[in-house]
Protein backbone atom coordinates (compact mmCIF):
# COMPACT_ATOMS: atom_id res chain seq x y z
CA UNK A 1 0.00 0.00 0.00
CA UNK A 2 1.33 3.57 -1.01
CA UNK A 3 2.23 5.51 2.06
CA UNK A 4 2.78 9.61 2.36
CA UNK A 5 5.19 10.59 5.15
CA UNK A 6 5.47 14.16 6.31
CA UNK A 7 8.19 14.78 8.26
CA UNK A 8 8.13 18.73 9.87
CA UNK A 9 10.89 20.44 12.24
CA UNK A 10 13.00 23.56 11.86
CA UNK A 11 16.01 24.11 9.72
CA UNK A 12 19.03 20.87 10.86
CA UNK A 13 16.62 19.41 13.21
CA UNK A 14 17.34 15.99 11.08
CA UNK A 15 14.05 15.60 8.82
CA UNK A 16 16.64 14.35 6.19
CA UNK A 17 18.99 12.84 7.83
CA UNK A 18 15.78 10.68 8.85
CA UNK A 19 14.93 10.73 5.59
CA UNK A 20 17.95 8.92 4.18
CA UNK A 21 17.61 6.43 6.89
CA UNK A 22 14.16 5.42 5.99
CA UNK A 23 15.34 5.78 2.06
CA UNK A 24 17.59 2.63 2.93
CA UNK A 25 14.25 0.07 3.05
CA UNK A 26 13.36 0.91 -0.66
CA UNK A 27 15.11 -0.36 -4.06
CA UNK A 28 14.89 2.97 -5.76
CA UNK A 29 14.76 6.01 -4.07
CA UNK A 30 14.98 9.10 -5.41
CA UNK A 31 15.84 12.66 -3.60
CA UNK A 32 14.26 15.78 -5.03
CA UNK A 33 14.25 19.52 -4.14
CA UNK A 34 10.60 21.27 -3.50
CA UNK A 35 12.55 23.67 -6.49
CA UNK A 36 12.77 20.92 -8.81
CA UNK A 37 9.09 19.76 -8.05
CA UNK A 38 7.86 23.45 -9.01
CA UNK A 39 9.16 23.68 -12.80
CA UNK A 40 6.05 22.48 -14.93
CA UNK A 41 5.50 20.65 -16.99
CA UNK A 42 8.86 18.71 -16.05
CA UNK A 43 7.75 17.89 -12.58
CA UNK A 44 8.63 14.58 -11.15
CA UNK A 45 11.16 14.78 -15.71
CA UNK A 46 13.68 12.56 -12.55
CA UNK A 47 11.25 9.97 -12.17
CA UNK A 48 10.50 6.67 -14.06
CA UNK A 49 8.33 3.53 -13.42
CA UNK A 50 11.25 2.16 -11.15
CA UNK A 51 11.04 4.48 -8.41
CA UNK A 52 9.73 3.34 -5.41
CA UNK A 53 10.01 6.35 -2.83
CA UNK A 54 10.24 10.29 -3.70
CA UNK A 55 11.65 11.86 -1.02
CA UNK A 56 10.78 15.80 -1.42
CA UNK A 57 12.86 17.95 0.60
CA UNK A 58 12.59 21.68 1.64
CA UNK A 59 8.44 22.17 0.96
CA UNK A 60 7.72 25.71 2.80
CA UNK A 61 5.23 27.01 1.51
CA UNK A 62 1.66 26.10 2.42
CA UNK A 63 -0.32 26.74 -0.47
CA UNK A 64 2.81 24.42 -2.54
CA UNK A 65 2.76 21.86 0.00
CA UNK A 66 -1.62 21.04 -0.52
CA UNK A 67 -0.83 21.51 -4.41
CA UNK A 68 2.02 19.07 -3.78
CA UNK A 69 -0.11 16.98 -1.37
CA UNK A 70 -3.03 16.51 -4.03
CA UNK A 71 -0.01 15.40 -6.97
CA UNK A 72 1.56 12.66 -4.97
CA UNK A 73 -2.21 11.59 -3.20
CA UNK A 74 -3.27 10.39 -6.90
CA UNK A 75 -3.03 7.14 -7.93
CA UNK A 76 -0.77 7.59 -10.94
CA UNK A 77 2.08 10.45 -11.76
CA UNK A 78 2.04 12.29 -15.19
CA UNK A 79 5.61 12.12 -15.90
CA UNK A 80 7.21 14.65 -18.86
CA UNK A 81 10.46 14.22 -19.60
CA UNK A 82 12.36 16.30 -22.63
CA UNK A 83 12.64 14.83 -26.22
CA UNK A 84 10.78 11.38 -24.70
CA UNK A 85 7.10 10.69 -25.12
CA UNK A 86 4.73 11.75 -21.88
CA UNK A 87 3.68 8.60 -19.28
CA UNK A 88 1.99 7.97 -16.32
CA UNK A 89 3.52 5.31 -13.93
CA UNK A 90 2.10 4.27 -10.57
CA UNK A 91 2.82 6.66 -7.63
CA UNK A 92 5.30 5.26 -4.84
CA UNK A 93 5.78 5.94 -1.38
CA UNK A 94 6.29 9.88 -1.13
CA UNK A 95 8.08 11.52 2.07
CA UNK A 96 7.23 15.48 2.25
CA UNK A 97 10.25 17.11 4.74
CA UNK A 98 8.98 20.70 5.32
CA UNK A 99 9.60 23.44 8.13
CA UNK A 100 5.91 24.21 8.80
CA UNK A 101 3.68 23.48 12.13
CA UNK A 102 2.42 20.15 12.27
CA UNK A 103 -0.76 22.59 13.40
CA UNK A 104 -0.57 24.46 10.00
CA UNK A 105 -1.12 21.10 8.60
CA UNK A 106 -3.69 19.74 10.44
CA UNK A 107 -6.64 20.61 8.51
CA UNK A 108 -5.19 17.80 5.61
CA UNK A 109 -5.45 14.25 5.12
CA UNK A 110 -1.96 12.61 5.96
CA UNK A 111 -1.08 9.11 6.51
CA UNK A 112 1.93 9.83 8.44
CA UNK A 113 3.21 12.94 10.55
CA UNK A 114 6.69 12.58 12.01
CA UNK A 115 8.38 16.04 14.18
CA UNK A 116 11.93 16.17 14.39
CA UNK A 117 14.42 18.88 16.39
CA UNK A 118 17.40 18.94 18.37
CA UNK A 119 17.73 18.43 22.50
CA UNK A 120 20.27 20.57 24.41
CA UNK A 121 22.54 17.83 24.08
CA UNK A 122 22.64 18.12 20.18
CA UNK A 123 20.72 14.38 19.95
CA UNK A 124 17.89 14.39 17.25
CA UNK A 125 14.63 14.02 18.36
CA UNK A 126 11.43 12.50 16.59
CA UNK A 127 8.08 11.85 17.65
CA UNK A 128 5.05 10.53 15.73
CA UNK A 129 2.36 12.60 14.91
CA UNK A 130 -1.10 13.07 13.42
CA UNK A 131 -3.30 16.03 13.04
CA UNK A 132 -0.88 17.71 15.78
CA UNK A 133 -2.01 15.08 18.15
CA UNK A 134 0.52 13.27 19.56
CA UNK A 135 -0.11 9.64 19.61
CA UNK A 136 3.53 8.11 21.75
CA UNK A 137 5.06 10.19 24.63
CA UNK A 138 8.14 8.13 23.72
CA UNK A 139 10.89 9.76 22.38
CA UNK A 140 13.41 8.06 19.67
CA UNK A 141 17.30 9.74 20.33
CA UNK A 142 19.79 8.90 18.07
CA UNK A 143 22.92 10.42 18.64
Known amino acids: MRKITVITG ?7 FL ?10 PIF ?4 STRKEPFRFSTIDSTVDLIIIDDVNNLDFFRKLQDLVNSKTLFIKKIGIEEFHTPTPNVII ?32 VQDSIIEKDQDSIIK
Open 97 to 128: NTSLEPSELSSMYLYNVLSCWRNANGHFIFKK
Open 10 to 16: PANSGKT
Open 32 to 35: VNER
Open 19 to 28: SKNISLNYEN
